[in-house]
């Protein structure tokens, strides 16, 4: 897998989780997908880098 593909999957699935995000209304659940999302951002600016 090249860096464009590694970098379009993360950024495929921090939007999956951002959606995820709007429909959860328990807050652990909620509080644990911000964590993920949280780390994919952080691993596509390292990838950017």
Known sequence: MDDNEQQQELQDQIMGYRMMERDITDPLALGLLHDI????????RSANE
């Open 37 to 44: 999302v949280a780390e994919l951002e952080a691993a596509l």
